[in-house]
């Protein structure tokens, strides 16, 4: 897992590391980082590095010393590089000074006329205006600068204008083509994916100091490695059986959906309960169907709510299925019937896992409050009240359980913002419970495959929830890096 470390972890780390090295050392590191990632942007983008225009956009403080520092040794290769000063009294002294050394052309932002000339020739434009420190949107100065910006742009450790840790934007902000950060992920370059564009990380020798992360992204390798694959002595009982409780006669799709998504995430059987019973086996005729959850026989795991209704009949559903003493992924309706009548969990064993997927408004009908800008932080509250694995969809999928570790889904696009999606991601989801694996986990892979599947399914344009599912194998196949 990749480790992301809130912005307080982060300072400290550097107060720890600055200790035993020189502040001029750790920034020349750091901006030598920016400089090789802008010539790569350059060669990109324009062709080439030695004749190019780059425009640094300064701020006060270590950020803009970062910029100033990059621009210096792009000068050493070449590159035409001006700065515009937002605040030319308390510009990097030092930073300042090394880059008129090595000809690199200063403006002031309050002289319009040549910071626009010289941003109508930018092949690529550095955003050093503010660090991790600073919190809000960019000031007026600044995003006067930015508007006329229609160059590439390098943000250096964050885009200015989006909160480091919770990726929230309240006003003008810096929309990034790549960033380039220092030590560390911070939560912004999770949560906030839109605006960073790539990112880049430079070793600048915090990783003795930084601790635990305070969240996780899950890559290829962890998808691989937890995956739940068949060996020599597996049958379709090991492999684990999965139940799924969903759809209506009149409503069958959501059954299709989440049953078909647990059949294509290797569940060694998967039960289907419910009143689409004939329409499942039409379409999965290996699924082993009956009418009622009431005679479904022994799961390893129920995949509860969607399609189910919230009255008396879907809340009698999700009562049985929370008192078989078995794992539970409650979505959709089964939402709904929880924040309506709460005394359902009553009939479940605290010590039995529980994962609850909303999406904002269910999250919100739960809670009582919506995610708000620090979803992270809604999402561990609401795990630890419910005392449940709660993931929260959105562009970027937040997992949280009880104890408080969080797991975030790198965004894929917003493909998967489509009718039914869900009911494949809650198919997976319990499909890998029943196979044993840990919930948070489960979570977070599911998540993950589900992601993979909608980018592989759009390709590039809008694509449905059977799309999606259509995909997972495919999806699957990569994560696990198996051949066709």
């Known amino acids: 897992m990749r480790g992301v470390w809130t912005t307080a972890h982060v300072r400290a780390a550097e107060e720890r590391l600055l200790r035993v090295t020189p502040e001029r050392a750790l920034m020349r590191r750091a901006a030598y980082g920016v400089s090789v990632h802008a010539a790569d942007l350059?060669?990109?983008?324009?062709?080439?590095?030695?004749?190019?225009?780059?425009?640094?956009?300064?701020?006060?403080?270590?950020?803009?010393?970062?910029?100033?520092?990059?621009?210096?040794?792009?000068?050493?290769?070449?590159?035409?590089?001006a700065a515009v000063l937002l605040n030319p009294d308390k510009a990097h002294a030092e930073g300042l000074a090394a880059f008129r050394r090595a000809g690199g052309r200063v403006l002031d932002a309050a002289d319009t006329d040549a910071v626009s000339a010289f941003l109508d020739g930018a092949d690529v434009v550095v955003d050093g205006v503010v660090?991790?420190?600073?919190?809000?949107?960019?000031?007026?100065?600044?995003?006067?600068?930015?508007?006329?910006?229609?160059?590439?742009?390098?943000?250096?450790?964050?885009?200015?204008?989006?909160?480091?840790?919770?990726?929230?934007?309240?006003g003008p902000a810096v929309r990034a083509t790549r960033t380039v950060t220092f030590g560390a992920h911070k939560p912004v370059h999770?949560?906030?994916?839109?605006?960073?564009?790539?990112?880049?990380?430079?070793?600048?020798?915090?990783?003795?100091?930084?601790?635990?992360?305070?969240?996780?992204?899950?890559?290829?390798?962890?998808?691989?490695?937890?995956?739940?694959?068949p060996g020599p002595a597996d049958n379709k009982y090991s492999q684990g059986v999965t139940g799924v409780a969903a759809g209506s006669s009149t409503y069958p799709g959501a059954a299709v959906l989440a049953t078909a998504a647990a059949v294509r995430a290797t569940a060694g059987m998967?039960?289907?309960?419910?009143?689409?019973?004939?329409?499942?086996?039409?379409?999965?005729?290996?699924?082993?169907?009956?009418?009622?959850?009431f005679d479904a026989g022994r799961v390893q795991a129920w995949v509860v709510g969607p399609g189910i209704?919230?009255?008396?009949?879907?809340?009698?559903?999700?009562?049985?299925?929370?008192?078989?003493?078995?794992?539970?992924?409650?979505?959709?309706?089964?939402?709904?019937?929880?924040?309506?009548?709460?005394?359902?969990?009553?009939?479940?064993?605290?010590?039995?896992?529980?994962?609850?997927?909303?999406?904002?408004?269910?999250?919100?009908?739960?809670?009582?409050?919506?995610?708000?800008?620090?979803?992270?932080?809604?999402?561990?509250?609401?795990?630890r009240r419910f005392h449940a694995v709660v993931l929260l969809k959105g562009h970027c999928t937040v997992v949280a359980d009880p104890g408080g570790r969080v797991l975030v889904n790198r965004s894929r696009g917003a493909w998967l913002a489509t009718a039914g999606s869900g009911d494949v991601l809650s198919g997976l989801l319990g499909a890998l419970l029943s196979s044993g694996v840990e919930p948070w986990r489960a979570a977070g892979l599911a998540a993950d495959v589900h992601a993979r599947a909608g980018e592989l399914a759009a390709g590039g344009v809008p694509t449905s929830a059977s799309g999606v599912l259509a995909a997972v194998p495919d999806a699957l196949r990569g994560a696990l890096r198996l051949s066709p």
């Open 270 to 293: 998967v039960r289907y309960a419910g009143p689409a019973a004939d329409v499942v086996r039409s379409h999965w005729p290996e699924v082993v169907a009956t009418g009622s959850i």
């Open 131 to 170: 660090g991790i420190s600073a919190r809000g949107s960019l000031r007026p100065d600044a995003a006067a600068v930015f508007e006329q910006v229609s160059a590439p742009v390098l943000a250096v450790d964050l885009p200015s204008g989006v909160d480091p840790d919770t990726g929230a934007v309240d």
């Open 190 to 229: 999770v949560l906030a994916p839109q605006w960073c564009g790539d990112v880049l990380l430079v070793d600048i020798g915090l990783d003795g100091e930084l601790g635990e992360p305070d969240l996780c992204v899950l890559d290829v390798a962890d998808v691989a490695t937890a995956w739940p694959l």
């Open 42 to 81: 350059l060669s990109e983008h324009a062709g080439r590095v030695s004749g190019t225009r780059v425009v640094l956009v300064v701020g006060a403080g270590n950020n803009g010393g970062d910029a100033l520092w990059a621009g210096f040794f792009l000068r050493r290769r070449g590159v035409a590089v």
């Open 309 to 383: 209704g919230t009255g008396a009949e879907g809340r009698d559903v999700l009562t049985h299925a929370l008192g078989q003493g078995v794992p539970v992924c409650a979505d959709a309706d089964a939402l709904t019937i929880i924040a309506a009548r709460p005394e359902v969990l009553d009939a479940r064993d605290p010590a039995t896992p529980l994962v609850l997927t909303p999406h904002d408004g269910e999250f919100e009908r739960l809670t009582g409050a919506a995610p708000g800008a620090d979803r992270v932080g809604a999402v561990r509250e609401a795990a």
